[in-house]
């Protein structure tokens, strides 16, 4: 497996694991993303890191329990959103370990998965943290999850980052800030495929979606399916086509294999719902069955 690596630059919990997508209808449906939004999203906001570290004698150092909570709290948030559990566990060793590459990205002002051993405050846990982590710089504590999720720039077109968070075999997490670094260890001891799986992992969801929370980026992930021969269509609510353009396909082992398309034009500032339709053709699952799949996404204002 590998990691996606590119610096992301700064962008503005209940463990049941209930789907909270389209599996109700109408203003129940949009009634449950709201009420997930306001207690899950809103209070993971963080004012302060609180990190306690310092570059000058490279000082890893540590972020309050509140932090971490708050990073796994917006993690388990998104994975809710689209559908899969918000069960995902923070692993001690592993944040220790990604404390340190967090440090060490800040240090340097650069990121890498697997830093040489010249980097200023190099250390072996911090590079083995680097080698296993979503890494930004530019964001951190729960900010950096929401960057991760946007997944901007060019070398992020295949959304690395978002398919790792949203991977429905993660079980657990390790996590590490400094004021404006974050590393998230996503790879290794995956766990079992969830219960009620849905059919598909798709960013936004099918269903209700806050608008503030509509990246440039949209995806569809499917395990071990190929993409090879699909093709993606949007319309508006009219039936009006939606321009996009379709990403290059990049399933090196970024958890689940993803499709992923940039539309134009995506209302999301309206006070009024607005509502796009997806059609994906030609998706060849791992039964060996070429399937399309169409689903529907409304736009709201949650705030």
């Not at 996009?244 to 990049?250: D, V």
């Amino acid at each position: 497996m590998q990691t996606s690596c590119a610096k992301i630059d700064e962008v503005s919990p209940d463990s049941t694991g209930t789907d909270t997508t389209a599996t109700a209808g109408g203003t129940a449906q949009k009634d449950a993303i709201l009420k997930l939004y306001n207690e899950e999203y809103v209070p993971s906001i963080l004012t302060e890191i609180g990190w306690s570290g310092n570059i000058s004698n490279c000082n890893a150092g540590i972020t309050p329990t509140n932090t971490q909570n708050k990073v796994l709290q917006r993690l388990n948030f998104y994975r809710k959103l689209v559908g899969l559990p918000g069960n995902v566990v923070l692993n001690t060793e592993k944040s220790n370990k990604c404390q340190q590459a967090a440090l060490m990205s800040r240090a340097n002002n650069s990121l890498s998965h697997s830093p040489p051993t010249t980097w200023s405050c190099y250390t072996a846990d911090g590079r083995e943290a680097c080698g296993k982590s979503n890494l930004s710089l530019g964001s951190a504590g729960s900010r950096a999850i929401d960057a991760y999720i946007r997944d901007a720039g060019s070398g992020n077109y295949f959304v690395g980052h978002r398919r790792w968070i949203l991977y429905p075999k993660l079980q657990e997490v390790g996590t590490g800030d400094t004021d404006r670094s974050n590393a998230l260890w996503v790879i290794g001891d995956i766990g079992p495929v969830p219960l009620n799986m849905p059919d598909f992992v798709a960013y936004p969801p099918k269903g209700f979606m806050p608008q503030d929370l509509v990246y440039p980026r949209w995806s569809f992930s499917i395990p071990s399916a190929d993409f090879s021969n699909a093709k993606v269509t949007m319309t508006d609510a009219s039936g009006n086509a939606v321009n996009l353009t379709q990403e290059q396909l990049n399933n090196g082992g970024f958890g689940d294999r993803t499709m992923v398309w940039v539309p134009e034009d995506i209302n999301i500032t309206s006070a009024d719902d607005v509502t796009y339709k997806v059609n994906i053709t030609g998706v060849k699952l791992v039964s060996g069955e070429t399937k399309d799949f169409n689903y529907e996404v409304t736009i709201f204002k949650a705030k």
